[in-house]
């Protein structure tokens, strides 16, 4: 029997995905072979690669200036790859909000000057800091935001205004959450193991003037114009991945695209959060104006009633509900394949297990 899955990642997929993958496992289409032993330049393969692109810019409406490339390596590589390829005069800012911003000023820092512009740390990150728009530097070569926080569970609700100086963010825990103007950032990326599918790929969307600047010391497999050059194939992609997020991504449009699943989106959050607000025995982590849509921690109070919460949730098929090590409490990651039904479930255990612990 399957659960509900509230992990913050890999987090889980929706059964017709996985089914529709069980299905074409063994032979895919006629080819008589797995999508898994296809040459990555096999024409059927290529309809794979191309599909899964033109489905993502139409999900995600990404203008045709804009690049959209699968690679490897995970969200933490574009920590990395991000300064290596932007850096011209050697400069960004950044708003720590987190680990993962935490994590791209660090590796920034390795190549330029890091300007940190705003930070929640004083408070665990349990807000997103009001900027003040006199800190940013003119000259930087971006502006780094990490768009919704996994761990803490924050997410921005207005994008900085950064004037002529390119916005990247991270979007690992919320693309295709909610609609999103893409025209807005410079570079966007995203690991694949929360919305897109299994871990392995990562999606980069950038601006096509802001290739072709790399640092000449960067690695060949780092510089995005050596990706965007063979769209996604100079060297073998992670070729099962890449058809799982076409699934994917054909999955969100059957079920009427960004615009729909925010719509559930946000009922899902709100019926969690209401709940958390009403609730004598639950307290939730983060100011009401800045919480997110799909990372939701929340508190007892007590470190044994949390663990007490998380393993009789576990009984119940409600699985991956202990928070981060340095939030403490509960976490319910709520992603796109996570169901209204799911949520509302996890709630009517909440109930019940306030009232037997009051
Ligand atoms: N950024 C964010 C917002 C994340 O949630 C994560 C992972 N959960 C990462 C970066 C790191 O991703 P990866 O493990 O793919 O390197």
Not at 110 to 133: A, C
Not at 170 to 176: E, G, P, R, T
Not at 236 to 258: D, H, Q, S
Request: charged share 25%.
């Amino acid at each position: 029997m399957r659960v509900y899955n509230f992990s913050s990642g890999p987090a889980a997929i929706p059964e017709a995905v996985l089914q529709k993958a069980a299905d074409e496992l063994v032979c895919y289409k006629d080819t008589g072979m797995s999508v898994m032993e296809m040459s990555h330049r096999s024409k059927m393969y290529l309809e794979i690669i191309q599909e899964a692109e033109s489905l993502l810019r139409e999900l995600m409406s990404i203008p045709s200036n804009y690049k959209v490339l699968f690679v490897q390596g995970g969200a933490s590589q574009q920590f990395a790859m991000v300064p290596l390829n932007l850096f011209v005069n050697g400069k960004m800012d950044i708003v720590i909000t987190g680990q993962w911003a935490k994590k791209a000023r660090q590796e920034a820092s390795r190549y330029g000057t890091v300007n940190v512009v705003g930070s929640s740390e004083d408070k665990n990150f349990t807000y997103i800091p009001k900027l003040d728009k006199s800190k940013f530097d003119p000259d930087a070569d971006y502006f780094h935001i990490t768009l919704n926080n996994t761990i803490y569970g924050t997410r921005y609700n207005e994008l900085p205004d950064t004037g002529n100086v390119p916005l990247v963010s991270d979007l690992s825990s919320c693309i295709l959450s909610e609609e999103l103007d893409v025209s807005k950032f410079g570079l966007i990326y995203a690991g694949a193991q929360k919305n897109i599918g299994p871990a392995g790929v990562t999606v980069i969307i950038l601006r096509e003037d802001l290739l072709g600047r790399a640092m000449p010391i960067t690695p060949t497999m780092l510089n995005y114009k050596t990706h965007a050059d063979e769209n996604s194939l100079y060297n073998t992609p992670p070729t099962y991945g890449i058809y799982m997020a076409l699934l994917m991504f054909k999955w969100l449009k059957e079920n009427g695209g960004v615009a729909a699943m925010a719509k559930i989106n946000r009922e899902k959050a709100k019926t969690l959060y209401d709940f958390i607000d009403e609730s004598k025995l639950f307290k939730g982590t983060v100011v009401p104006e800045d919480r997110s849509l799909m990372n939701i921690p929340f508190v007892t109070g007590s470190a044994e009633l949390d663990k007490k919460f998380v393993k009789e949730a576990e009984a119940r098929g409600l699985v991956n509900l202990a928070g981060h090590r340095t939030v403490g409490g509960m976490r319910a990651s709520i992603y796109n394949a996570m169901t209204l039904k799911g949520v509302q479930t996890l709630v009517d255990f909440m109930k019940e297990f306030e009232t037997e612990n009051k």
